[in-house]
């Protein structure tokens, strides 16, 4: 599968543990960005990179949240303390070129369950 | 901020008949427009696409319109099929300081379509 791929795509945690979750997006891609969509909503934007550098951070993006691409490849997404409310999908999408008129494939999601 | 706002919320069709979907939305500076069809449990997939410089595209069943001086954009599917039935979500991506590329997504419409 030459895909966006997730993992886990299922994470069940208590509050105040921390989750960390991976994004591989396609092969030579240099962009990628992570969403998070909570049930009967549309993916809101939390993040952005293009190769290694995150050039972007949504306001909802909170100082728990924290994430990284340290190759240009593969990226992760950390929630410290967790809470309730941070139970929702988290999807990762991938995309090559510059502008805005680039396709975004998305991967899987991660399912986030805080108890 | 940016929004963009997505209409109805839930759609019902007899199959063979038409339906549309309508989305505004509030950056001027928009100029590009994707929307995703995502089935229960599965990622968002990229069904059709239109940039601010056309009015109209069309894909088999599927077309858009986009009118820049509204602000508005809509999908319509013609012939409806039931393995049309999802959950389709309008986007807009605007150029921004950093030229991300970050979709900012309506609220989604559950079409569904009986045989």
């Known amino acids: 599968d030459t895909g966006v791929s997730q993992n886990p795509r299922h994470k069940i945690t208590k509050r105040g543990q921390n989750v960390t979750f991976r994004c591989d997006p396609i092969?030579?891609?240099?962009?990628l960005y992570w969403y998070r969509q909570t049930l009967g909503q549309g993916p809101e934007f939390l993040t952005y990179?293009?190769?290694?550098?995150?050039?972007?951070k949504s306001r909802l993006l909170s100082d728990r949240f924290s994430a990284e691409r340290p190759k240009g490849s593969f990226s992760t997404l950390e929630i410290q303390r967790t809470e309730q409310g941070d139970s929702a999908m988290y999807l990762c999408?991938?995309?090559?070129?510059?502008?805005?008129?680039?396709?975004?494939?998305f991967g899987p999601g991660t399912r986030l369950t805080v108890l | 901020g940016e929004n963009v706002e997505q209409h109805p919320s839930t759609l019902s069709v007899q199959e063979g008949d038409s339906a549309v979907i309508k989305c505004t939305y509030s950056?001027?500076?928009?100029?590009?427009f994707p929307w995703y069809k995502q089935e229960l449990g599965k990622r968002p997939q990229l069904i059709i696409d239109?940039?601010?410089?056309?009015g109209e595209k069309k894909d088999q069943r599927i077309a858009v319109t986009l009118n820049k001086t509204a602000k508005h954009f809509s999908l319509h599917i013609t012939e409806t099929q039931p393995e049309d039935s999802a959950v389709y979500f309008c986007?807009?991506?605007?150029?921004?300081?950093?030229?991300?590329?970050?979709?900012?997504f309506g609220q989604g419409t559950t079409l569904q379509v009986k045989p």
């Open positions: 999408a991938s995309s090559l070129g510059r502008g805005v008129y680039n396709e975004q494939f």
């Open positions: 092969s030579e891609h240099n962009r």
């Open positions: 990179f293009q190769n290694e550098a995150q050039l972007e």
């Open positions: 950056d001027s500076a928009s100029n590009y």
């Open positions: 239109i940039r601010s410089n056309v």
């Open positions: 986007a807009a991506s605007s150029p921004g300081s950093s030229n991300t590329g970050k979709l900012i």
